[in-house]
């Protein structure tokens, strides 16, 4: 086994059983799950609280040893069997932090509902998540903890943005005007900064647009810090979607290798760029990279829930002939399905037909049902359309 097989793979695996076994070994501790996927272990106490405890962090500090010392650690982090601390003490100790869409939408036993972590969408397939930041990990904030500290949504959101305040005016002393292209690299290794958070507080890229007087591009490929370049080209470009995909898949939590850059609003938005551009190829590709990693993630836990009804359907990526790349998912005949957004439609019907029609010609003719529970969006349908229908879709099947 290669040692990066061993570091992303049955190493962390085992790292994080044991640690569910510990955990599980508390009289506190009601029930507990090893997601593997967001390493992390869900856990509800007996009083009814429900937790997670990341273990990315005490992965790395214990170099994937599983040592008494692990375990010291783990007991000072679960939360005690009364009640946890009120708003005053965790206000200030709250920090957004940026997930693929998704992230945390799991149902934990002896809790009621779905996205028990507190989540909205941040930009197409990532999340805005809160976490209280603690000496050795994070917690998540979830909708139980807004009755718990009789606060809202916004108002965590709000103060979790203002503790980033003086990160956010500090940075801003890196981006004078510059010379040429310049690449400055914001590093958070042992994930205490939370300068990669920095893109969620409002009108920080477009200070930083203002200060240097460009357009800047903003890179996130993996969980913990980010990357932004002034006075990129567009050959240049091509370099840095090369790099992005480089540090996205040396990341030990990968997010995204799509550029983000700032609209005339101020808001942080997807790179666009024309069909001809030399990275237009590299950009699609990060685009479908981020989209099918996200419903990949979704899917495995909708399909995982038992007492759920329907199909859930994958995205697939897909490559033409030519070279471009595509997304397509399947709409089975007979049965509710959830569909992922895709290019294309895949149409299996009951005698065996298959045949696929691009998204908006789908939608030109069948109206989907957005289930709007869903975060990367999912779209319910039913039994095939009449068969008048059915023939047009035939007709302008690729």
Not at 320 to 347: H, R, Y
Not at 366 to 379: G, H, I, K, N, T
Request: hydrophobic share 40%.
């Amino acid at each position: 086994m290669s040692f990066l097989s061993e570091l992303f793979g049955s190493g962390r695996n085992r790292f994080g059983k044991k640690v569910l076994e510990h955990v599980l070994g508390y009289d506190a501790v009601e029930s507990a799950r090893f997601d593997a996927e967001a390493y992390e272990i869900a856990y509800t106490l007996k009083n009814g609280y429900a937790a997670k405890l990341n273990l990315d962090t005490l992965y790395r500090r214990f170099d994937g040893k599983v040592t008494a010392a692990v375990f010291e650690a783990v007991g000072a982090l679960l939360l005690p069997p009364d009640a946890p601390p009120g708003w005053e003490q965790v206000a200030p100790k709250l920090r957004p932090v940026l997930r693929k869409a998704g992230y945390g939408a799991v149902k934990v036993e002896g809790l009621d509902g779905r996205d028990l972590v507190l989540s909205r969408p941040a930009m197409p397939y990532l999340s805005e998540l809160v976490v209280i930041d603690l000496p050795s990990t994070v917690q998540f904030v979830t909708r139980q903890d807004l009755s718990r500290w009789d606060v809202d949504a916004e108002t965590v959101y709000s103060i979790a943005h203002a503790n980033l305040t003086e990160l956010a005016m500090n940075t801003m002393e890196a981006f004078d005007p510059p010379q040429g292209v310049r690449v400055l690299e914001f590093a958070d290794d042992d994930g205490e900064s939370y300068v990669g958070s920095l893109p969620l507080v409002a009108g920080w890229l477009a200070g930083v647009r203002a200060r240097s007087d460009t357009r800047p591009l903003l890179f996130l490929p993996g969980h913990l810090g980010m990357f932004v370049v002034l006075g990129a080209t567009s050959q240049v470009l091509v370099q840095l979607m090369s790099l992005a995909q480089e540090r996205y898949e040396a990341a030990l939590r990968p997010l995204s290798t799509v550029p983000y850059t700032v609209d005339d609003e101020g808001e942080i938005v997807p790179l666009r760029v024309e069909p001809d551009h030399p990275a237009a190829a590299a950009i699609r590709h990060a685009e479908i990279q981020l989209a099918v990693s996200a419903y990949r993630g979704q899917t495995e836990k909708l399909r995982a829930d038992q007492d759920r009804e329907g199909g859930i359907q994958e995205l697939l990526h897909l490559r033409d002939p030519n070279g471009g790349e595509t997304t397509m998912t399947s709409w089975p005949d007979g049965v509710t399905q959830l569909l992922p957004k895709a290019d294309f439609i895949c149409f299996v019907t009951a005698d065996g037909d298959v045949f696929r029609v691009a998204w908006e010609a789908v939608t030109g003719l069948v109206p989907l049902e957005l289930a709007e529970e869903y975060d990367p969006p999912r779209y319910r349908v039913h039994d095939h359309p009449p068969a008048e229908i059915m023939t047009r879709l035939r007709a302008l099947s690729s």
